[in-house]
């Protein structure tokens, strides 16, 4: 199970992370990463990180995004900076054993999602 946290509403330029929390895997070997949707348009693998921390960006948040992990807790952290109007979605934080399937947006596990906002 996969609960996120951290969304909300800011200005553009603002900073908001994002925070995942896994619960009944074996966080240790996943691997995990933040899928994003906007109101009419397709959804977007934004980041994801492999088990050695390996990191993918989107061109669309490449230097702006930075995924991280902490195997002890559990946890999956988005922490996004200068946020621009078009990275208003909802964000859900995802995993699975497999990252090819990660990578082609068919995860095993999905949050609920949390929405972001940016709005002047």
């Known amino acids: 199970q996969l609960v996120e946290s951290g969304g909300g509403l800011v200005q553009p330029g603002g900073s908001l992370r994002l925070s995942c929390s896994a619960s009944?895997?074996?966080?240790?070997?996943?691997?995990q990463g933040w899928y994003r949707q906007a109101p009419g348009k397709q959804r977007e693998l934004v980041a994801s990180?492999?088990?050695?921390?390996?990191?993918i960006y989107s061109d669309s948040v490449k230097g702006r995004f930075t995924i991280s992990r902490d195997n002890v807790k559990k946890m999956v952290y988005l922490q996004m900076n200068n946020l621009k109007l078009e990275d208003t979605a909802v964000y859900y934080c995802?995993?699975?054993?497999?990252?090819?399937?990660?990578?082609?947006?068919?995860?095993?596990?999905w949050g609920q999602g949390t929405q972001v906002t940016v709005s002047s």
């Open positions: 995802v995993e699975d054993s497999d990252y090819a399937r990660l990578l082609t947006g068919r995860p095993d596990n």
């Open positions: 009944g895997s074996i966080f240790s070997i996943y691997t």
């Open positions: 990180i492999t088990r050695g921390g390996d990191t």
